[in-house]
């Protein structure tokens, strides 16, 4: 009798399922909005789109004019503001920016970033962006990263290449990018170079626990927050990845900041530019908390960044030669540096007002922000300019790579790598406000080393196709992973062969 009460019950559920799942799909005006369903709302859909979740928020976006609520679960906090409106954008992050901190919420997920300025708002936020701002407007230390990446670029990123060039034997130039960006960060920042760049490729556990913080961080986006941090608690499935990950990257920066103590105890750091070393000799700003949250943002946000900027630009290069070209032309008209194994390097001051090489990157970005999504949380119920309302307790999320792919917003060739959008007809750059065009953020928060990050990409990018030919391995798929940071999933594989001395002279 039992057993023909369940049965009887599984088919009144299973009937009704179908009947609702046909009720709703009927109701919906496009294939690509999601069902909500009773309890779970439009979770399962969420989780079944994970593995490509930026393409899916675009489809999204694309079907319901730049705006979507998005609801979780019943009694969870998850309620999504999903947006790539321009105008909202300007809205929060610049127009009424008080109003939307990025909250408790944010905090916790990002606790990787402890106190550090990605994290906090307010007055904290206000006290610590100053005291960068300072430090990294210094002629001393914007000297130092110019420095620190042309040699690092000369010493290690050419003769790597050449070794390659030499074996012919492919290699994964997203990993390649990744150490040297790791190396010249920490130069930036802790003055000793991590050295991960050399020809043997050493693993460095650091960086790969960075990798898979960042793959667990867009995790806790997409789920609701009492359940990581129940897995968090348990210390479960990608929470556990989380706390392993966590432990190592907080002995590396630990013994970056002991190792600096020690330098500047026996008076070995006294004019150095690195910013630990100004921290350090800041006696408000020398407590072991605020260094470790310091260092740690600082180092995770100029490795990846900068590392996923380069990838995705070589990644369009190759089926783009035209862009090649024209940077190649355009590289001709200013002196190089010769090195001592007959390949050439540039000036930064060189680099500075090459429009086309500018625009290029400028694309790139555009096109794949390294950030790909920016969180923010609401203060105070208000009304957006699309119209739409929010409230405390929803949470907004801005689509940088949804934005790019909007004809609204770029025109009917977004989807194309068109790096002339960007210059005016008279060859100058031309302005774009960064409420459109957000890779390095928009408004007070706007990203402080934007400067600095052209100077190395730029460093990098010029050196490299000066040097060498870059050609992907047929066959390999590029597509973005599973992260909070627009990586590769399956990195980038390519062949590189030297230029010859001819076709640099052409």
Known sequence: ????????????????????????????????????????????????????????????????????????????????????????????????????????????????????????????????????????????????????????????????????????????????????????????????????????????????????????????????????????????????????????????????????????????????????SSYINDDEESADAFLRDTTMNLISAGRDASAMALSWFFYLLTKNPHVVSKILEELRAIDSIATADGMVTFDSDELRPLVYLHAALSETLRLYPPVPLEHKGVLAADVLPSGHGVRPGDKIVVSLFAMARMDAVWGNDCREFRPERWVTKDGKLRYVPSYKFMAFSSGPRTCLGKDMAFVQLKAVAAAVLKNFEVEAVPGHVVEPALSIVLHMKNGFMVRVKRRTTNAQLL
């Open 1 to 276: 009798m039992a057993f023909a009460c369940t049965l009887h019950l599984a088919l009144c559920f299973l009937c009704f399922s179908v009947f609702y799942y046909h009720h709703m799909v009927s109701k919906r005006k496009s294939r690509a909005i999601p069902l909500c369903w009773p309890l779970v709302g439009m979770l399962p859909e969420l989780l079944a789109n994970r593995h490509r979740i930026h393409g899916w928020i675009t489809s999204l976006l694309a079907v319901s004019k730049l705006n979507f609520r998005f609801t979780g679960p019943t009694s969870s906090s998850m309620r999504l503001f999903i947006t790539c409106d321009p105008a909202n954008v300007r809205h929060v992050f610049t127009s009424n920016f008080c109003n939307y901190p990025k909250g408790p919420d944010f905090a916790e997920i990002f606790d990787i970033f402890g106190g550090g300025i990605f994290n906090v708002d307010g007055d904290a936020w206000r006290r610590q962006r100053a005291k960068a701002q300072l430090l990294m407007c210094r002629p001393q230390f914007r000297a130092f990263v110019s420095r620190c990446s042309r040699a690092k670029v000369e010493t290690s990123l050419l003769p790597l290449l050449a070794h390659f060039a030499a074996t012919g034997e492919a290699c994964n130039l997203q990993d390649v990018f990744m150490r040297l960006t790791f190396d010249t960060t920490t130069m930036m920042v802790s003055g000793a170079d991590a050295g991960c760049l050399a020809t043997s490729l050493p693993e460095v556990a650091f960086a790969r626990a960075v990798d898979d913080v960042m793959r667990v961080l867009l995790v806790r986006h997409i789920v609701p927050l009492s359940w990581w941090k129940l897995a968090r608690r348990l210390g479960v499935g990608y929470e556990r990845t989380m706390a392993e990950a966590l432990r190592t990257c907080d002995l590396f920066v630990h013994e970056t900041i002991e190792k600096r103590r020690a330098e500047k105890a026996r008076g070995e750091a006294e004019d150095s530019a690195d910013l630990l």
